[in-house]
């Protein structure tokens, strides 16, 4: 299965554009291409005044830091102990606006469509929970379709592309290993960082996550032709 991760507007061109963004469009309109079993893409598709957004904590800087805890209704209908949110802060990066539903900027970049895909996966729909993986948020309070999908499927190797690679995709892919269900693989050719510094890579390996170079390494891979 390919797991397209947040090639949407805003990331690309948008408010929040990755370096280089534009020039992982074609390698991953050709990834999709190719022939997996089955196509996912997933989604930022954040609520205005979501907590990721510097917009939403006045005197805070853009890219600056706070603390972020989990939402009490979530954890309580979690069955989990509200005594202990004060100890569950995660620090979060204070994003420009992006990727707000209904907008623009939340699409999908031209040419990527969402009927080339078998679901859409959406995430970060609270607006007080953070969602950078594509299967849950950190505190596991928000759970995607993605697990599901997969496991009904019975997929064996799922192969991760899209941006950011050191935010939603590294967080992704991490995840996927977790389930001990499928490998996890990662196509460095199509996904693209906001930091140059390059460390996720290496992250993600440490966590067991496959790494192909080359989309055509991707192809042979996958018994394909060039």
């Avoid at 596991?140 to 899209?162: A, C, H, I």
Wanted: aromatic fraction near 8%.
């Amino acid at each position: 299965a390919l797991l397209v991760v947040d090639m949407q507007v805003d990331f690309i061109t948008g408010s929040l554009a990755v370096p280089d963004g534009p020039s992982v469009v074609d390698p991953v309109n050709d990834i999709v291409k190719l022939p997996f079993h089955s196509r996912y893409a997933s989604k930022d598709w954040h609520p205005a005044g979501h907590i990721s957004f510097a917009s939403s904590h006045p005197g805070k800087e853009l890219f600056g830091s706070t603390t972020i805890y989990p939402p009490e209704h979530l954890v309580k209908a979690n069955g989990q102990d509200v005594s202990l949110i004060g100890e569950r802060g995660l620090e979060q990066v204070l994003w420009p606006d992006h990727c707000i539903q209904g907008t623009h900027g939340g699409q999908l970049i031209d040419p990527l469509s969402e009927d080339q895909f078998d679901a859409i996966i959406l995430k970060g729909t609270d607006p007080g929970v953070e969602c950078y993986s594509a299967f849950q948020d950190p505190w596991g309070l928000l759970t995607t379709k993605l697990e599901e999908l997969l496991r009904e499927q019975g997929v064996t190797d799922l192969y991760v592309v899209g941006v950011a690679g050191d935010y939603c995709v590294k967080e992704t892919a991490i995840n996927a290993t977790k389930f001990n269900a499928w490998n996890t693989w990662v196509v460095k050719e199509g996904v693209r960082s906001v930091s140059s510094e390059g460390k996720e890579w290496e992250t993600m390996k440490a966590a067991g996550v496959g790494v192909v170079d080359t989309v055509s390494e991707l192809k042979a891979k996958l018994g394909v032709l060039v």
